[in-house]
């Protein structure tokens, strides 16, 4: 079992910076796959980004490519998601989840444990 605790979401105007970040605890964090999913109001929840383990392979949505970036700390136990240059329509609240496979994927199905979400607004 693997618990996560996201935190960093806000409220901050188009353009501005983020960071997430994702606590983790319980089993070992370190053979895990890990990723950031969003959904915005009234639509499916989407792949943001994803990282294998132990971190040389990353994966990104074309709408955060070169925005985003997505990294880990394995001794720490936290994963991270770097959002610059935010936009309104990155507005939604932010998910992270693992997966025991420790690919890093973007299919929603793959992953085993979520966190309860934060949420990030971005004013025009």
């Known amino acids: 079992q693997v618990q996560l605790v996201e935190s960093g979401g806000g409220l901050v105007q188009a353009g501005g910076s983020l960071r997430l970040s994702c606590a983790a605890s319980?089993?070992?964090?370190?053979?895990?796959?890990l990723a950031w999913f969003r959904q915005a109001p009234g639509l499916a929840r989407e792949f943001v980004a994803a990282?294998?383990?132990?971190?040389?392979?990353?994966y990104y949505a074309d709408s955060v490519k070169g925005r985003f970036t997505i990294s880990r700390d394995n001794a720490k136990k936290i994963l991270y998601l770097q959002m610059n240059s935010l936009k309104p329509e990155d507005t939604a609240v932010y998910y992270c989840?693992?997966?025991?496979?420790?690919?890093?994927?973007?299919?929603?199905?793959?992953?085993?444990?979520w966190g309860q979400g934060t949420q990030v607004t971005v004013s025009s």
């Open positions: 989840a693992a997966d025991g496979y420790g690919m890093g994927s973007r299919v929603i199905g793959s992953y085993d444990y």
């Open positions: 319980g089993r070992t964090f370190s053979s895990y796959g």
């Open positions: 990282i294998s383990w132990p971190g040389h392979s990353t």
